[in-house]
């Protein structure tokens, strides 16, 4: 990771640690250095979040674009996977998508795809990085007919519906469909694809106004479309994050289908129909125990990465896998898609309820998931919390302590300044007391935020 860009772009607190400066800088030096490597005038697309600050970098971006001599064209309000699809299948030099993804709405994020649709590689990231600050001199504007231009692409989002929609193999008539669109970028999308599929739609959190993004809804306020199920008595519910990278499932019972659970769902399905390509899933360190043991009993295998789909991605193209993901409900269909895709991973699970007949519940059944608790700690500084000798002391007892019977994860954010401590045991109680175990040292020796 950059000092500015993280694990899933640059991201912080609008205007205050993310500036418009800082979006201005990012789009002069991608219009000046595509136009440079290429020697052309180069084609940027742009989609952003309902966020209230999304227009804002939104201007500013274009704005560095423009005057470096790019051609811009905007999507509008729209999914980071939609932003990905259109790159890809279309000749844009990068894709830019606005959004803090998951966080709060004050945040907000700048995520940067290169023209395979995939996230930025290291050494361009690094090169924008110097230019903000200064090590890299001025950069030209671009001038008479050279200054780019902004151009209207909604047309771009509605060919990624129309690509959604051709991916299910059956109708969704007769199904009853709930839909959490965490009033973000999925708010339309997402519904003009169910409905045009024929499934009975049910729609929450899809009034965005700027300042309710994943406020109380959502992926990771699962709880809310839990009820919804149950309460409508619908056949399975799909909640997405606030760019729709995301999703988590809901069962027919209310019970939560997190991305652990599609990822064994759908790789059971591959490997029933000779699709799992090298017999492998990729998960991330984060996953279950269960997890795994599902796999083994299966005869499917698996590669963990560190945690991010980033990761994931990378092994699942270096080694040619098809199926990959995190617990947090990122899924890649590597055959559909470059990156996660809430409302394809929707179709996909749906897709194996239709050509199983049967309900996601007895999909699932199989799984058994251990209990796992997972809390964060806001810190001064990430490395002087987790290198702490006294915090690894800790860690190490509650390893040893466990051993065979569970497990403990300490790791870094890649996105915000906390650190997340993960016990997976065989009660909820022993997961508990270990991770208020580690959280304690870490508030005794000072490097809590307060």
């Known amino acids: 990771m ?44 742009i989609g952003k979040d309902t966020r209230r600050s999304s227009y804002m970098f939104e201007y500013s971006l274009v704005a560095g674009l423009t005057a470096s001599g790019a051609d811009v064209y905007l999507l ?143 992926s990771t306020h699962i709880e809310v479309l839990q009820n919804y199920v149950k309460e409508n008595h619908l056949d399975v519910g799909f909640a997405y994050d606030g760019d729709a990278d995301r999703c988590i499932a809901v069962d027919e019972n209310g019970h939560v289908i997190d991305g652990d659970a599609i990822l064994y769902i759908y790789g059971c399905y591959m490997k029933e129909r000779g699709k799992l390509i090298n017999n492998t899933v990729v998960t991330t360190i984060m996953s279950n125990f269960g997890l795994y043991k599902a796999f083994d009993a299966a005869g499917i295998d698996y590669e963990k990465t560190d945690v991010g789909d980033k990761y994931v991605y990378e092994n699942m193209m270096a080694n040619g896998h098809r199926l990959g993901g995190e617990q947090s409900g990122h899924i890649i269909f590597s055959k559909y898609a470059s990156t996660g895709d809430g409302i394809l991973t929707s179709i996909k699970i749906m897709e194996v309820i239709l050509e199983r007949k049967t309900s996601l519940s007895k999909l699932v059944a199989p799984l058994k998931i251990y209990p796992q608790v997972l809390k964060n700690i806001r810190v001064n500084s990430k490395p002087d919390a987790q290198n702490d000798p006294d915090v690894q002391a800790i860690v190490a007892k509650a390893a040893e302590e466990l051993g065979n019977n569970g497990r403990i994860l300490v790791r870094e954010s890649g996105t915000e300044p906390v650190i ?25 020796k000072g490097h809590e935020v307060k």
């Open 2 to 45: 950059g000092k500015y860009f993280g694990t899933d772009g640059f991201r912080g607190e609008a205007n205050k640690t993310l500036t418009v400066e800082h979006a201005y800088q990012v789009g002069r030096f991608l219009g000046w250095y595509y136009r440079s490597q290429n020697d052309r005038k180069c084609k940027v697309v």
């Open 76 to 218: 509008h309000v729209t999914t980071t996977p939609s932003v990905s699809y259109v790159v890809r299948t279309e000749d844009f030099d990068c894709g830019i998508m606005i959004s803090a993804s998951h966080n709060p709405y004050y945040d907000n994020g700048i995520k940067l795809l290169n023209d395979k649709g995939e996230k930025m590689d290291e050494e361009t990231i690094l090169k924008i990085e110097d230019y903000i600050d200064g090590k890299t001199g001025e950069i030209p504007f671009a001038t008479g007919e050279e200054i780019g231009c902004t151009i209207d692409y909604a047309a771009g989002r509605n060919r990624y519906i129309g690509y959604l929609i051709s991916l299910a193999t059956r109708s969704y008539k007769g199904m009853r469909v709930g839909l959490d669109c965490a009033n973000g970028s999925a708010w339309m999308i997402a519904k003009s694809v169910f409905d045009a599929l024929g499934a009975k739609t049910y729609v929450i959190n899809a009034q965005p106004d700027g300042t309710n993004i994943n406020t109380n809804c959502g």
């Open 420 to 444: 997340r401590v993960m016990v997976e045991a065989e009660s909820v109680e022993t997961c508990e007391n270990y991770v208020d175990a580690v959280l304690q040292v870490i508030r005794e």
